[in-house]
């Protein structure tokens, strides 16, 4: 019988066959498809929601208050969970299609709900899904990837989801631009998409894609599942490229101020609001494929830290209270270069960093520091500009990040994993 | 191809199959819709605009919908005037109208409009507006019909912390805006604060352009402030009342008090001598609408039908036993003209 339990990263990750050359694997790509799917059924609801839930369902402003804070927080917690989930049983596939579907699900709830608490159920229920199937899906990207090519893997799925999310909204416009109270058709099409994200992900992304052991093991009854131990996770390069990220992020304030701040100085008139995050989106699709292949090329690590810098721009343009046009737009697309330097990277660096064995975990809790950190700093920053004034705050904020960067720099540095060769096993 | 292949090719052409006849059965009945005569009794406006009105928005499932309405005061369930203006919050003053509205597109725009007549009887001018940041919730119109107050809800900030957020602007009708109301200074409890999480909507004029009343929030508690426009300054004197709205009088505050859970809300009457509040349980629906007086003891609002989009204007006596009543059937954002 053939076993092996080490601790040990392997190369070859999957009984998919390995791309060669420039190619990126058919399983990113797949998956790239699934999350496009999804992203447009969810974020076409997302565009919607508001409206939907004041105006048709009836709820009033505070209860859509509550609703959308179920929907920030519950993501993050159960994303170690599913991570430790996919990592314990060795199969990632079925524990991110359990997350797909359950959103699915979500989305039939949704047509039916009538109140307050079917509708924070469905809503919950979608946004436990997102949790759920976000690191296990990361860790297939990983697995299936050419560690050589890691950064460029996460690019192409990063690309392929924003898509997603940029038509979603558009296709909800679309549909209540002809149909006036077309929110029933909205929910019914997103619905749609849904299904075919998880028909996309149960018919082509193999069940064993990102299992790391070899099937022979499934005849080893007495040990099936994996140990996944903190230690094994929480190795000396993830717990670094965690805290660097999740310091970091406690000074990424969010877009909502920085647009919030070009708004208060003139930057633009408020109805243009949702264009900017069209912008934002459209610059990180853009950018998300030249972005990996540059962490490729230079350190992921290092483009991960680096990447910090444009979002200091950013924050300088909003600052600035120039109030040109040309502020907006610079801060817009600064916004979409720090996401697409930064959020691939992370579970590209993550992903690395770790025992394949422990893979999914490894990335999600990376994910889900950085997630919390960054709602932390959306808070803080609000008492922040409340204290001193939009202007100010930016600068500060701007400011300590500029010195932050380079400490992240080098704390990233002295551990040596700023070359991606030097992660390879 | 494979099998799975196949499989997954029916499943596609399935699933977009049924997402496409949704859409073109939806269209339809949308078309059925709007190009449906309005089953309502309908007469001129220079007929309705003779004596006391109600203004209000044409709920019927119909060519109209949407549409400002008018009816006779003393006939509030007969023959009713419908315009062009479409609006999805309005109020009205004898002289002065403010249609809040959508535009709806890729980008969705909101506009506040407001029109004026210089004699009843006249053609309505628009003679002013602005662009709003976010969803109409909330107007109204000084007495005199000099002021305007709008509430929005904003979706940009709730992106970043959760929860959802409001803006409230006082602007006069001729162009001068007072701005933002979170930027007045705020007196809760009779201490100077200037919490983040404020919220302020629903606000209601009394007679002399300069004292209004609205609903501030923070910190999980909702308050009512008396406001000063000269002074710029909020005053909390009241504890859980939302959207107040002044009796004819002045002496009263009609709101909607909300449950524990802050989802539900019911009619109530807080007398701003005493602090005597009247809660109106008669009614037993939840009433998410900013109350309009008809006279000085019975107030209106709008009340949507059981998953429809069609609301009706409620009547209510002011007395806490009292039983409401449907009296403009089809119809929301009831005004109240004399």
Not at chain 1, 97 to 119: K, P, Q, W
Request: hydrophobic share 45%.
């Amino acid at each position: 019988m053939y076993l092996s339990l080490s601790d040990r990263p392997t190369t070859t990750k999957s009984a998919e066959p390995q791309p060669h050359g420039g190619r990126v694997s058919r399983t990113v790509v797949t998956l790239g498809i699934v999350s496009l799917l999804t992203d447009i059924s969810s974020e076409s609801v997302s565009a919607i929601l508001p409206l939907y839930l004041t105006a048709v369902v009836g709820l009033s402003p505070v209860a859509y208050g509550l609703i959308d804070g179920l929907y920030q927080g519950v993501s993050s917690l159960v994303r170690i969970a599913a991570g430790w989930a996919a990592d314990r049983t060795d199969r990632p596939q079925p524990v991110a299609l359990a997350g797909y579907a359950m959103s699915a699900v979500a989305r039939l709830g949704l047509i039916f709900a009538g109140g307050f608490g079917t509708i924070s159920a469905a809503i919950s229920l979608d946004r436990v899904g997102k949790g759920v199937r976000t690191a296990p899906r990361d860790a297939m990207i990983a697995a299936s990837s050419d560690p050589a090519r890691l950064g460029r893997s996460f690019g192409v799925h990063r690309a392929l989801d924003t898509i997603g999310a940029t038509l979603g909204p558009l296709l909800a416009f679309v549909i209540l631009w002809r149909i006036a109270d077309g929110y029933d058709t909205v929910l019914v099409v997103s619905l749609g998409f849904a299904v075919l994200g998880v028909a996309t992900m149960a018919f082509f992304v193999p069940f064993r894609t990102g299992a790391v052991r070899r099937v022979a093991l499934r005849r080893e009854r007495r040990e099936p599942r994996v140990r996944v131990r903190w230690r094994s996770v929480l190795t000396p390069g993830l717990t670094r490229v965690t805290g660097v990220s999740g310091a970091l992020a406690l000074l990424t304030v969010g877009d909502g101020f920085v647009y919030l701040a070009l708004l208060e100085t003139g930057g633009f008139a408020a109805q243009w609001f949702p264009v900017l995050y069209v912008g934002t989106n459209l610059a990180y699709l853009a950018l998300a494929v030249p972005m990996g292949r540059l962490a490729d090329r230079v350190g992921r690590a290092r483009v991960l830290v680096l990447g910090h810098l444009p979002l200091a721009a950013a924050y300088l343009c909003a600052a600035s209270g120039s109030g040109a046009l040309w502020t907006t737009c610079a801060a817009v697309l600064l916004l979409g270069v720090f996401y697409a330097a930064t959020d691939g990277t992370l579970a590209a660096v993550a992903g690395q960093l770790v025992p394949a064995t422990v893979r999914s975990t490894g990335i999600a809790t990376a994910q889900t520091a950085t997630a919390i950190a960054r709602l932390l700093a959306a808070t803080g920053f609000g008492l922040l500009w409340y204290a001193v004034g939009p202007q100010v705050a930016m600068l500060l904020v701007c400011a300590v990040l500029v010195a932050a960067i380079p400490v992240g720099f080098a704390v990233l540095r002295r551990g040596s994993l700023a070359e991606p060769a030097e992660v390879r096993p | 191809m494979t099998r799975r292949s196949t499989l997954f090719g029916a499943l596609v052409v399935l699933v977009t199959a049924a997402m496409t006849a949704y859409a073109l059965s939806a269209i339809a009945e949308d078309d059925r819709r709007t190009s449906r005569a309005t089953a309502a009794e309908t007469t001129s406006l220079a007929q309705i605009e003779k004596g006391p009105r109600i203004l209000f928005r044409h709920t019927g499932t119909d060519a109209d919908y949407g549409h400002v309405g008018a009816v006779a005061l003393d006939d509030p369930g007969g023959a009713r005037a419908v315009t062009d203006l479409s609006c999805d919050r309005v109020y009205a003053q004898a002289r002065s109208i403010s249609c809040l509205a959508t535009e709806r597109g890729v980008v969705s725009r909101y506009r506040a409009t407001d029109l004026a007549i210089s004699e009843p009887g006249e053609a309505w001018q628009e003679v002013g507006g602005a662009d709003l940041p976010g969803m109409p919730s909330r107007t109204r119109i000084s007495p005199d019909g000099r002021l305007v107050s709008s509430t929005v809800f904003v979706n940009g900030d709730s992106y970043m912390v959760s929860g959802f957020s409001t803006r409230t602007v006082i602007r006069r009708i001729d162009g001068k805006s007072y701005g933002d109301l979170e930027k007045f200074t705020l007196v809760i409890d009779g201490r100077r604060v200037a919490p983040v999480d404020r919220n302020i909507w629903g606000i209601t004029f009394a007679e002399d352009d300069r004292t209004f009343y609205a609903t501030v929030a923070t910190g999980g508690r909702t308050h009512l402030a008396r406001g000063d426009l000269e002074a710029r300054r909020l005053t909390t004197i009241a504890d859980r009342v939302e959207c107040p709205s002044l009796s004819p009088d002045g002496t009263r505050i009609a709101f909607k008090e909300a449950d524990e859970d802050g989802t539900r809300w019911t009619p109530a009457v807080l007398d701003l001598a005493t602090g005597r509040r009247t809660v109106l349980a008669g009614e037993t629906h939840s009433v998410d609408d900013q109350i309009e007086w008809l006279d000085d003891d019975t107030v209106l609002y709008g009340l949507a039908r059981d998953g429809e989009a069609v609301s009706d204007v409620w009547a209510l006596d002011t007395s806490a036993s009292a039983t409401p009543r449907v009296l403009v059937p089809e119809a929301s954002s009831p005004a109240v003209l004399r």
